[in-house]
């Protein structure tokens, strides 16, 4: 209603008209509150969509707020089920009308590993998308059946725009993403789902340094999932894991590395839901080699190098984190010339994939090899890191 109002008078003055200016109180993009209720959870997504997909080029604020995670977290595990989510209203919905939402959410996870979640006009896309199709949707009539795999597939949507935003540096906006989606994945009944997007949210706050609560979200990820499949057990582990080894807590870090790598061994695609088919062995090398690195073990780090970067061809982003750790990894070690040559490769990938974290990674080998900078080797890497794209390589303060 208040978007509708905004832009008719925009059309009528010919100059973008903010919700501010018709005097009512804008919302708070980045409220990490978990929706009590599934169509609260429908309201807020309609509202941050609509927000998102017209503010392309506009800055938008925001931090991780660790509390506002553990009880997202707490909430999906021990709040009652919903009974039922049968809808009245229009159009009425069927089965065959949810299914290119799965789609949909897998092309866009194929566009976020190939080209990184960095550009605005993509997550605008995306946003614009959801507000014009998928509200109407789930304002629509529906069986039970059908609006859970509405749910379902709109969680998985919302998860993805949650994982792009983190990517491009915008954690206020992926934790209120992740949030509703959540909420969506507890009404679709899907407990897999919802311990992915708990182990994303993990990810999160081990990336901004908030291990402790990283480590209890994904513990919280594991137990609720109860008895997943392999991969995603595999994946969940070395969520937990990274989160130990970046606190230092070398034997709970070991554990998971072993629980993720029996799992891995036992994974069959068949059995996986398709959200974590993306999961690999060589992500497994990748995390384990970050976590033995963060524990300056970095010698045996390197043993998991060449594992690393055995990955699918999409997974261009994951290449470009990899190699670049890589670069780190041996730069650390003290072998200058090795991570010379991985940081060639890295700079390859980054120059594909528009992602803050990358960036950050980059930014965090540029940092250890400047030292050196007089050899010609560390003198030309340097000059072609510099360009390195970035969309907010230095993530937000944490709450």
Not at 9 to 36: H, M, N
Not at 316 to 334: E, K, M, N, P, V
């Amino acid at each position: 209603m208040q978007i509708a109002m905004a832009e008719t008078i925009a059309r009528k003055l010919s100059r973008p008209v903010e919700i501010s200016e018709l005097g009512f109180v804008g919302t708070d993009l980045a409220d990490a509150a978990y929706p009590s209720t599934a169509g609260g959870a429908i309201d807020a997504a309609g509202r941050l969509w609509t927000l998102l997909a017209h503010r392309v080029n506009s800055p938008i604020g925001g931090v991780f707020h660790s509390g506002a995670a553990l009880q997202a977290a707490f909430a999906w595990r021990y709040d009652l089920p919903d009974p039922q989510v049968t809808r009245d209203g229009r159009p009425s919905l069927t089965a065959a009308d949810i299914q290119p939402l799965h789609l949909l959410a897998g092309h866009f996870a194929d566009l976020d590993r190939r080209h990184g979640g960095g550009s605005p006009h993509t997550r605008a896309l995306m946003a614009d998308l959801l507000a014009r199709q998928v509200i109407p949707m789930l304002h629509g009539a529906y069986a039970d059946a059908v609006g859970r795999d509405l749910m379902r597939a709109t969680a998985a949507l919302c998860g993805q725009l949650a994982f792009m935003s983190y990517d491009a540096g915008e954690h206020g906006i992926a934790q209120h993403h992740v949030t509703i989606a959540l909420r969506l994945a507890k009404a679709a009944d899907d407990r897999l789902y919802g311990a992915h997007l708990l182990a994303n949210l993990a990810t999160q706050a081990t990336y901004l340094g908030s291990t402790r609560d990283a480590a209890r979200l994904a513990e919280a990820a594991v137990e609720g999932a109860g008895r997943a499949p392999a991969a995603v057990r595999a994946r969940l582990y070395t969520t937990a894991a990274s989160a130990y080894g970046r606190s230092g807590e070398r034997r709970a870090c070991r554990a998971a590395l072993a629980k993720a790598e029996r799992a891995v061994d036992r994974m069959r695609k068949d059995e996986s839901p398709q959200w974590v088919s993306y999961f690999s062995p060589a992500h497994l090398a990748g995390a384990t080699l970050k976590c033995l690195s963060d524990l300056r073990l970095h010698r045996q780090a390197l043993r998991h190098a060449s594992d690393a970067v055995t990955l699918a061809s999409p997974n261009a982003r994951t290449r470009a984190l990899h190699s670049a750790l890589i670069a780190l990894t041996h730069a650390q070690a003290g072998d200058i010339e090795a991570a010379c040559t991985w940081g060639r490769e890295a700079a390859r990938h980054a120059s594909q994939v528009s992602s803050a974290r990358v960036t950050q990674r980059v930014q965090e080998l540029t940092a250890v090899l400047n030292p050196h900078r007089a050899m010609a080797d560390v003198h030309d890497l340097l000059s072609t890191l510099a360009p390195v794209p970035s969309s907010r390589p230095h993530p937000g303060p944490l709450k």
